[in-house]
């Protein structure tokens, strides 16, 4: 009796795997797709996200979706990589939102804004304070569908050839700068101007640049800024946690089966902090790197400062009278800021105040 209830459960197992099989292979066909980064390959961090990705989508399915990364250029330029998922060209793009603020300013969110969020709040207001939902709302009409995937934190303030004391230091600069804030420095008389990456140093170099921001000094130093424009002002007050996204065009992103979406949001989450870990990790090298060989550290002036957030509070305004959407997005990214900063001059500022006037201490 025991024999034959064992053969019978054994053909019941074997029946149920029969018909499990074809269910599993079902839910994750063999696919590949093109991914065109916005970046160049030297940089190893903001690039290398997109491969670290990929390879994860690879080792989750068992090699079944295999996902292949261009760097900018390859396929389309790094300025161009949204318009290429936008139209079906490739299947994704890795890069930054703001890229595309002369489309529609409210694409400036998804990355980061002037006085706006750090990375950590950025986090919170993407995945808990109704961020993703607001923006893959208004993404849809750019056929488009956005997931996080990288934050670079808090950037520099870029890279001058003179001095800047104070706002009319900056009146006539011949500026590289991404997003929104170019439209918010042409109110102090910046001449913005949206280049890649690898554009910016041939240009400063030339002089068709007067100065240029681009990350932070990890990637700042492998794109030699110092040597043609020496003085590095903090912070990068446009670009307190700017996050970087994946866009996938949103057909291919509603054939795929459920398992390949929950595949690539969870392996852009680990992306995404996989970016900042690493440029939290390597940047205080690197500046201590970057001093020593020349570079002149110097912060902006309270006065600076000032006059910045003056132009950026008055450009909200006056887009939000004329652009919806841009409205909606802004009031509730200001609103989460301001209860995050309530707890965090609480908590976080007041630990990090303190330590950072002890960390010599041992």
């Not at 398992?259 to 969870?266: A, D, K, L, N």
Request: glycine residues 10%; charged residues 20%; aromatic residues 14%.
């Amino acid at each position: 009796m025991k024999r034959r209830e064992f053969l019978r459960a054994a053909g019941v197992g074997v029946a149920a795997a029969t018909v499990a099989k074809p269910a599993i292979a079902q839910s994750m066909p063999e696919l590949k797709w093109r991914c065109t980064s916005s970046f160049p390959k030297s940089l190893d961090t903001i690039y290398g996200a997109a491969e670290v990705f990929a390879k994860a989508v690879a080792e989750a399915t068992d090699n079944k979706f295999q996902i292949q990364v261009f760097a900018g250029g390859e396929i389309v330029p790094g300025l161009q990589a949204m318009d290429a998922v936008s139209s079906g060209t490739v299947e994704m793009a890795h890069t930054a939102s703001y890229y595309y603020v002369g489309k529609d300013p409210t694409f400036a969110f998804a990355t980061a804004v002037p006085f706006g969020l750090n990375s950590r709040m950025q986090n919170a207001w993407q995945f808990f304070g109704g961020g993703m939902d607001l923006l893959n709302d208004f993404y849809k009409k750019y056929n488009i569908y956005g997931i996080p995937c990288g934050n670079t934190g808090c950037q520099m303030g870029g890279w001058f050839r003179k001095e800047i004391r104070e706002p009319g230091d900056l009146n006539g600069l011949k500026f590289r700068i991404g997003g929104y804030a170019g439209r918010v420095l042409q109110k102090l008389g910046v001449v913005a101007q949206q280049i890649a990456g690898g554009d910016i140093y041939p240009a400063l170099e030339k002089g068709t640049l007067d100065c240029a921001e681009w990350v932070g000094p990890y990637d700042d130093e492998k794109l030699g800024f110092y040597k043609v424009a020496p003085y590095y002002y903090y912070p990068g007050w446009w670009e307190g946690g700017a996050m970087i996204h994946n866009f996938i065009n949103l057909e291919k992103w509603n054939a795929l089966p459920a398992t390949y979406r929950s595949v690539i949001r969870t392996c852009s989450e680990m992306a995404n902090t996989w970016m900042q870990s690493k440029y939290d990790a390597l940047n205080p090298a690197a500046l201590k790197r970057l001093v020593a060989a020349g570079a002149k550290l110097q912060p902006f002036s309270p006065a600076v400062m000032e006059a910045c957030l003056k132009a950026a509070l008055e450009l909200y305004h006056e887009v939000s009278e004329t652009n919806p959407e841009f409205k909606k997005v802004y009031e509730s990214t200001m609103a989460f800021r301001g209860d995050q900063y309530l707890w965090w001059q609480v908590a976080e500022y007041t630990y990090d105040s303190f330590i950072i006037r002890n960390r010599t201490r041992t």
